[in-house]
């Protein structure tokens, strides 16, 4: 970053100064005004970060909320929360409230509008114009923002067209009627600019946004954007593309440049773009804007921001365990916008800067640094938001600059997103505007040269948020493996790279044979079968031997060879043995990635995610192995010393689905295998080429001969004669309930010669729901639904399959969710933006056919997919995503597992009619709900019985260690796969005791 020269550093500072005693001469009453419910309340929320996360959370809700009762509940609940220091006074009336809650809840929500007021211009294009004139009149101009993010189905982003095409209408119109511009609409020379500015989102031009496919994302976006493009060149406007979060930011940028590069809009109409300073990559993206503009001599605006989301990016970077793409010390953001400002400030023979910030060091760099490259100051502005920084709008005004204000217009409901982002960004820690109008900061430290505060020790507030862990021994702290992010163009380069690589012809030859006692064996029958891809069923994928009942058997006596020797093996070496697994997956987790593309109908993140998965069990049960492995003191005693150790139990079988064909098996297979136990696997017969390959990878990675056994085959006949073998210890079994019942049963029957009561890990399906409370986020629910119902063709233990709606709010959901459900991408896994896929073979199709035609009988069809064309002609076994409505808890699609992508929604008038309804079935596995009543959400938490409740997000996804995994009645024997205790599945524990006293001394205690 440019360090700025002394005599530059003391303009800035100057300018600084200058910028102040204007501010201070022409104060505004704004939102730090000290009068006023609102100040108050946000002081408090500054005091107190406990009160402000209940308030913002309370604002949240509050648009949802349709009568005083309910709201009066919700202002309780989030207020009363004990971590909440409420004054006396408030904490009295807040009492009171529930006794006249007509008499609370209008005045609260007056308070909560006029708060939004301060920050929305007004609801219509009307009031716009006339915020519109007033700034003319004051000199300053403006840009348009329709409120609204993140549609959900076409019909909404086609309203959300129209209505930004009726706003630049209508604005056009008045301003022909108002034809004198302002000061801020004169740039160079007095030449006009574009007076009208508009201001888009990406994700409220089309619900088909993808970041993993880009191309077909901007296609879809171009077709929404083409028309405001046409539009705002006929009437003169620019149009200016706001950037949002970072997943969409490179889609984005290429958005901008492809639809500008149309001949249609080579020449017009004016555009800009924003670019957002708190990005490590700004600068490159900067760069490359510039330089495309350049090479198609096109002007640009580019508004700089810092950026809006640094919560959010942050937040989501470290669940995902991505690199943080935003600076973590505001004053690197600051620097980064500095220099940003210089890179624009260099280039305005094609660029129009628009500074975007409320602080005034940043501006008055931007000022100094113009003034040292002789730049005129109407070649860049100064934007501001509405509601926010008045004086300083004034100030930049006075100075001679234009100013354009950031006007959002629209309706309370869609404006709460916004609202939230500003009362965060008034109230944040680091902001300037709340350093400078709460006087936390003298004038001279707000002017402070961010470069040098970088170069000074970090103060504590600067440091990101969490601190390096603490150093710990290697293989003893366990970290989930990333997934991919496919919105980076490089990752699906080396995806795409792996699926050419991966010719069907050669996989049609490649013969998988089984693995006993360390060696390829050919099936004794000397039969193979073909595997096929399930979108496209004449490709071949492999062939895997068939195993006969004397190859089961020849495997499990491979097995009890190999245990003695491999019980005895020190724990390290076992769990070294997962671990180069795990690196072995990651470096081919691509080769990994293609194959579940192809032997199982994988959508490309469901894959990676299955990949993920595999290598986490991996690290995972070496990690908890070693911990088991040392024992545990059962109690400290003097004179005896009380050890619990464990053994492994044996031989057993891992009987593994084909629906996470990699991770399940690895889990079922490693877990035993590291706690000393010697395994025979057998995998699904539709997925058996991964299984083989997983295979030739535990033996690379040094799985001893025999540790590990290969056989696939038929469930009916090898698989069953698996489970009844004497000789086998344990059954560790994922998959359908009536298999998973009979292994159960099967297991319980002590056979001649048997050493060991069977031990049996069962995991069988679900008829999980999610409940929709009528204060929900809709915009969250119904992605969150769609995603957990149709994700992989709903082909998950987990998957959604009841969605119970409260009353309340029910046919307005509905309706948003078919709608939303006619976009859901549906074709070849092989392509990127695919979300639903084939099911897995042809009787899985016919069966979830069936169980449709029989759902019509009883519940309504309220939304099924079309198949497109080019799918129904590659024979693949697809399924459209079907919605069923009004169905009742005796419909068969209310209680049948149906393991596709069919869904049904249930009514239910009250919470408690929600739960009864979604623990109503044999199954207890995952289950959800969709609430902003902390009420309810504890009601929940107590209420729904399933093996993994997920509250406000999706139910589907457990990721190793963070969510243990596994259900109970029908759904489970109540284990949980990658969790802590796992493993004690398959060990016996032993506890030894020695008297440690001989001849009245023991040794010292530890
Ligand atoms: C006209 C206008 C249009 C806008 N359009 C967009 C847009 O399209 N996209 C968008 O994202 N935002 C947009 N914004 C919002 C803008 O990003 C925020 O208002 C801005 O970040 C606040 O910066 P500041 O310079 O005013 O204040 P400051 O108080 O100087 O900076 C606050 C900013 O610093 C950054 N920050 C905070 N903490 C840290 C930290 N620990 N480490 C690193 N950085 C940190 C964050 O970006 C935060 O918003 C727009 C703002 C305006 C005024």
Known sequence: MLAPQPVLESRIQALGAQLFSLM????????????GAYARVMEWSMRDPAFKAQLFRFVDVLPSLNSSTEIVRHLQEYLGDQAVELHPALKAGLGAAAFAPGLVAGPVKAQVTDMARQFVAGENARDLVKRLLVNARNGVATTIDLLGETVVSEAEADEFLQRNLAVLDTVAEALRKNPEPSFSDLGPENVPQPRLNLSVKISALTPEVHPADPENSIEALKRRLRPILRRAAEVGALVNFDMESYRLKDLTLALFRSILEEPEFAQGPAVGIAVQAYLRDAEGDLRGLI?????????????????????????????????????????????NYEALSLLLLENTDLITPAFASHNVRSCAHAIAQAERLNVDPRAYEFQALYGMADELKTALFKTGHRVREYCPVGELLPGMAYLVRRLLENTSNEGFLRARNLGEASREQLLLNPVDQLVSPPKKADLP???????????????????????????????????SGASPANGAVRRWPLVI??????????????????????????????????????????????????????????????ERAADLMEARRFELSVLEIRE??????????DVSEAIDFCRFYAIEMRRLGSGQVTQRTPGESNLLVHTPRGVGVAIAPWNFPLAILCGLTVAPLVAGNCVIMKPAEQTSVIAAVFMDLLTEAGAPAGTVNLVSGFGEDVGAHLVAHPRVDFIGFTGSRAVGL?????????????????????????????????????DEAIPAALYSAFGFSGQKCSALSRLIVLDGIHDAFVERLLAAAASLPLGDPALPGTL????????????????????RRQSRLAFQG????????????????????????????????????????????????AFTLANGTEYALTGGLFSRSPSALARGRDELLCGNLYLNRGITGALVERHPFGGFKMSGGGTKAGGRGYLENFLFSRVISENTLRRGFAPPEE
């Open 600 to 609: 199982a109908g994988k959508p490309w993140i469901e894959a990676d995610a």
């Open 291 to 335: 330089a495309w503009a350049r090479s198609r001599s096109r002007r640009i605006a580019v508004r700089l921001v810092k950026g809006a989301y640094w919560d959010f990016e942050t937040v989501i970077a470290r669940q995902r365990d991505w690199p943080i793409p935003v600076w973590q010390r505001k004053p690197e953001s600051d620097a």
């Open 866 to 913: 079309r198949l497109p064309d080019s799918l129904s002609a590659s024979g693949g076994y697809f399924v459209p995503p079907t919605v069923f409505t009004h169905v009742e808890p005796d419909h068969a699609i209310a209680r049948e597992e149906i393991f596709g992508p069919v869904l049904g929604v249930m009514r239910a008038r009250t919470l408690d009619e």
């Open 465 to 499: 948020p969490t601190p390096a862990p603490p150093a710990v021994p290697a293989g003893t702290v366990f970290r989930n493996a990333p997934n991919t992010d496919f919105t980076r163009s490089e990752s699906r380069a080396r995806l795409r790279a792996a699926l």
């Open 517 to 578: 006692g360390g060696q390829k064996v050919e099936p004794s029958n000397g039969e193979y079968v073909a595997s096929v891809n399930p979108a496209r069923p004449s490709e071949r994928v492999g062939q895997w031997a068939r195993a006969t009942i004397g190859d089961a058997d020849r495997a499990v006596a491979a097995a009890v060879t190999a245990f003695p020797s491999w019980r005895a093996t020190p724990v390290d070496r076992r769990a070294a043995v997962l």
């Open 24 to 35: 201070d001469a022409h104060p505004s009453p704004g939102i730090f005004s000290k009068k």
């Open 742 to 778: 009979k292994i159960w049963e099967a297991a319980g029957r002590t056979g001649p010669g048997q050493a060991n009561l069977k031990k049996v890990v069962c995991e069988m399906g679900g008829k999980n729901a999610l409940i929709i409370d009528s204060d929900a986020d809709l």
């Open 836 to 855: 639903v896929g084939p099911v897995i073979d042809g009787e899985s199709r016919d069966r979830i056919m069936a169980r449709i035609e029989d759902g």
